[in-house]
C-alpha cells in the first residue's frame, strides 16, 4: 500500500500544546504528516511565517515522520501537490465544530480525493488557544504550561527583547 500522508495545516501562532497533541495523535494514525504553517496574508502575527516554522520544527522534533512547511494560498492546492491523503485538525468545542466542518465541506468540494479527519482534543487541553496564549503573554503572565518547552522559550526571548527596545 502506498504511502498515507496527512497535513496538520494551522496559523500556529504560536503552536501550543494542544496542536502538539493533535499532530503526535495524528502522526500515530498517518506514515507521515506534514505540519503545515499558514502564511496568513491578512492577519498580523506575534511570530514571522519564518519563526513559526522553525519553532514547530523545534516541537516536533521527536517525532521521526513529521516534517514542517510553510504555504501561502489554498490549502487543497498544497494537499494536492504533495499527494496528501487528508487533513488532519483538532476539535475543542461546538464553536471549532461549526467552523471546521464549514472548511472541511468547501474544501471536500474543491478537492473530493482528500478527506477532513477531526480529532477531539485531549480533555486536558481543551480550553488553550493561540490567541488566548498570545494576550495572557502580552499581559506578562506565565504562558508555560500551554506551549511546548521551545516556544516557551521564544516567547521570553520576545519579551526580553521587547523590554530592551
Ligand atoms: O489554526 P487556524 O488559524 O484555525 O488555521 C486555519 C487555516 C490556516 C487552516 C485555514 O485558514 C486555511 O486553510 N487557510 C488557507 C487558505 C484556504 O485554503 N482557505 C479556504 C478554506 S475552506
Redesign the pocket.
Known sequence: MSERTAIC????DPLTRGHLDVVERAAALFDRIIVLC?A?SGKRTLFTLAERVELARAAVAHLENVDVDAFE????DYVRDVGAHAIV?GLRSIDDFQHEQQ?AM??RRMLPAADTVLLVTAPHLQYISSSLVREIWALGGDVDGFVPAPVAEALRHKRRQSQHS
Open positions: 495545516p494551522g496559523t500556529f499558514a496568513h494560498g489554498l490549502l487543497v485538525k472548511m468547501m474544501n
